[in-house]
């Protein structure tokens, strides 16, 4: 059985308090935030506190927190030499506290707190700086059912860099995209196909190969129809940032 406390009440953290209660050997002793009215819904599943001096021992201290928090918490913590973790995909490892055993805990994926999430589906990116306790943290994500990625802190920052350009920059591609068929009455539910195939495409094509499209066709007509149709500047520039990026990857355009 591993005993965890659980720091933080965002996304992430109820994530992982929700799949940690559903695996056997494992227990969340304790669930610790500094506004306690966040964690009120769950006073009557598990011990809560507001109360740094009040943590119990426990063999892992997980932080889902935010970035800037992460340093100056770990530093509060009234112990030493205890497993201490944070979730963050950018925050190197000597972000947390040297008095502490250090490690990483990163589950790769976007967390909403209203969304239902598949835990087998969401890979842990694990870092740390001593063997036994990576195992601890990879046999920990096998308790849950997630793949697990032994990472270094460079090739997390850049794999967090890359799921902003895959989701994040995605999403608001996404919102555009609303924007732009609302504009004439059109319905942005008949795009959803559309965006599943996208996606089920890079699964097995690299992204390379699945690209389509007038701008990789060189489509001079059809792009100047659209820059045409966008009625918002800002939503030109980034038709053309875009369509250049493509153009330059498939050789349409020089660099």
Not at 20 to 44: D, E, G, H, M
Not at 178 to 198: C, R, Y
Request: with cysteine; aromatic share 8%; charged share 25%.
């Amino acid at each position: 059985m591993i005993s965890i406390v659980v720091l933080g009440a965002g996304n992430v953290a109820t994530h992982l308090y929700k799949v940690f209660c559903k695996t056997p050997n494992v227990s969340v002793i304790q669930w610790y935030n500094r506004n306690l009215s966040a964690l009120k819904p769950y006073k009557n599943e598990v011990a809560i506190t507001d109360d740094l001096n009040q943590l119990k021992e426990a063999d892992l201290y997980i932080l889902a927190v935010s970035d800037d928090a992460i340093k100056p918490l770990t530093s509060q913590l009234p112990f030493e030499n205890r497993l201490v973790v944070h979730t963050s995909g950018c925050m190197g490892l000597y972000d947390i506290d040297q008095k502490h055993k250090r490690g990483v805990f990163y589950p790769l994926q976007t967390f909403s707190k209203t969304a239902e999430l598949d835990f087998a589906n969401i890979p842990i990116c694990i870092e740390a700086l001593k063997s036994e306790d990576y195992h601890v943290l990879k046999n920990l994500a096998i308790a849950i059912g997630s793949p697990t990625k032994k990472v270094n802190t460079d090739q997390r920052k850049v794999l967090h860099l890359a799921a902003v350009f895959v989701n994040n920059f995605t999403n608001q591609l996404y919102r555009i995209a609303h924007e732009i068929t609302e504009s004439e009455g059109a319905e942005f539910d008949t795009l959803k196909p559309l965006i599943l195939e996208t996606a089920k495409k890079v699964q097995h094509l690299s992204p390379y190969m699945a690209q389509t499209g007038p701008a990789k066709r060189n489509d001079k007509k059809t792009l100047k129809k659209h820059l045409k149709l966008l009625k918002d500047q800002h939503h030109k520039d980034i038709y053309n940032l875009l369509t250049t990026s493509i153009q330059r990857t498939h050789g349409r355009k020089k660099l």
